[in-house]
């Protein structure tokens, strides 16, 4: 019977690292060429490639502030609405849509840097014709489809509000840094590129975009996740009935798409890792399907001792 307890505790652990090795159901997609209609040149610059170079620096980001470095305080009409865009490294190809979470981190050491409204985008267009890597003056030219947030939440006490037309407004405290995180939902299948619309609203100084003095903001890092498990729209590593609420409670994102019915029906039930319909061909792994067949092998082996273990008392019972 120990070297039952000792071979169960050996399978238990096994379990926990199969478990553990297959949850990771996100994948983090490499973006570049940034590319926008401004970027601001003065206080050092703060060109738009620096959103995605992966330094999360205090004084490095994307910034639109439009005045020269020696005036003292606000310039009106300094700060305006811009565009930026990113491509995808290479095509987020996921069978019935993508379930995306968008980061952008705002870690300016001037207090307060932060968005004020902005809006989301995606595009299935040909890299060629986006994009030509300009921090200032770039082609953000294509056919957007714009992404519809499921949720959005912030850090350090600011709040978010999904408007009308799925831009996204700041309010509540303007936090020295915050990190703002999307979750959305497109039935796009081959996204080849992001977009970043700064909108302006007179709740803000300047109009904003940003909620700086000035109207300015400092995005630090822009970051796209996507889902490799197909029907996990509130992406919490499984598809279960919350996905379905989702589904049906966001008309023209899931309610108006049949196709996404039709895959949180194919994956229901399946549990993180499984290696569900989807099929990515983003530059990021997909959990092996070594681990689910040694899951498999764990829970026979499992079966196989404790129907010897039964044995084992019956023999001593009839002695």
């Known amino acids: 019977m120990n070297n039952f307890r000792a071979s169960c505790l050996t399978a238990s652990i096994l379990l926990h690292l199969v478990f553990n090795s297959a949850s990771t159901t996100h994948a983090a997609i490499p973006l570049q060429n940034a590319t926008a209609t401004f970027s601001?040149?003065?206080?050092?610059?703060?060109?738009?490639?620096?959103?995605?170079?992966?330094?999360?620096?205090?004084?490095?980001?994307?910034?639109?502030?439009?005045?020269?470095?020696?005036?003292?305080?606000?310039?009106?009409?300094?700060?305006?609405?811009?565009?930026?865009?990113?491509?995808?490294a290479s095509d987020i190809s996921i069978a019935g849509g993508a379930s995306l979470t968008i980061t952008l981190q705002q870690l300016f050491t001037s207090a307060g840097h932060n968005l004020g409204r902005f809006r989301l985008s995606a595009t299935t267009d040909a890299r060629s014709a986006f994009a030509d890597g300009l921090a200032s003056g770039g082609d953000v030219t294509a056919a957007w489809t714009v992404l519809a947030?499921?949720?959005?939440?912030s850090t350090n006490g600011a709040t978010l509000t999904i408007l009308g037309d799925n831009s996204i407004l700041a309010g509540g405290t303007n936090p020295a840094t915050s990190t703002y995180t999307v979750n959305a939902f497109t039935p796009l299948v081959g996204i080849t590129g992001f977009r970043l619309e700064v909108i302006a609203d007179s709740s803000f100084p300047d109009s904003g975009p940003g909620?700086?003095?000035?109207?300015?903001?400092?995005?630090?890092?822009?970051?796209?996740?996507?889902?490799?498990?197909?029907?996990?729209?509130?992406?919490?590593g499984k598809v279960d009935a919350a996905d379905y609420v989702l589904w049906r409670k966001s008309p023209g994102t899931y309610g108006g798409n049949p196709a996404g019915y039709n895959t949180w029906r194919a994956n229901f039930g399946l549990p993180p890792g499984s290696g569900s319909a989807a099929a990515v061909s983003a530059s990021a792994a997909v959990p092996e399907p070594t681990a689910r067949f040694l899951l498999l092998s764990t829970v026979a082996g499992l079966s196989f001792l404790r129907r010897r273990a039964a044995l084992s008392s019956q023999k001593v019972a009839r002695m």
């Open 40 to 88: 601001q040149t003065s206080f050092g610059g703060k060109p738009v490639g620096q959103a995605i170079d992966g330094s999360l620096g205090s004084d490095n980001g994307w910034a639109i502030y439009e005045g020269p470095t020696d005036c003292c305080g606000a310039i009106p009409g300094s700060t305006n609405p811009q565009i930026a865009v990113f491509e995808t």
């Open 149 to 153: 947030p499921l949720s959005a939440n």
């Open 211 to 236: 909620r700086n003095g000035n109207g300015n903001f400092v995005l630090t890092e822009f970051q796209v996740d996507a889902n490799m498990l197909s029907g996990d729209y509130n992406n919490n």
